[in-house]
């Protein structure tokens, strides 16, 4: 199964997080399944991070991900025009990051692995 990880996702995964829960750490662990981090993730970090608001730096994210075989999925205008179909569903999370990962695994038909409660209230059978 190809999987699209969350931010927090990766971060808890790469960093030995507690909040990671069991149910995702086998996700990410099972070999048959395909694990990818988004650039717009490396993007949200490096702003955060720039901001003081994250310790990890996105060139460290980078090399973790890619360390550990997760692969990266790229933005396409597919993607962005796919935000489009989050509004149909009366998605009302406004976070323009959870957004575009979420339109991202839409588009690509990946599942999408997060632990957020607002966008686990979104109607998809993508969502882990």
Not at 43 to 55: A, D, N, Q, Y
Not at 57 to 83: A, N, Q, R, V
Request: charged share 25%; proline share 3%.
């Amino acid at each position: 199964m190809n999987i699209l990880a969350d931010t927090h996702i990766l971060l808890w995964s790469l960093y030995d997080d507690k909040k990671l829960s069991t149910a995702a750490r086998e996700y990410l662990m099972d070999e048959n399944n395909r694990v990818y981090y988004s650039l717009i993730s490396i993007w949200e970090v490096e702003i955060k991070h720039s901001l003081g608001k994250m310790p990890v730096s996105p060139d460290e994210l980078l090399k973790d991900c890619d360390y550990m075989g997760f692969m990266s999925l790229h933005l396409k205008k597919e993607h962005i025009t796919g935000l489009k179909e989050l509004s149909k569903n009366d998605y009302t999370h406004k976070d323009p990051f959870d957004r575009m990962l979420l339109a991202q695994a839409i588009s690509e038909n990946y599942y999408f692995l997060t632990q957020d409660d607002k966008i686990l209230q979104y109607p998809s059978e993508l969502i882990l």
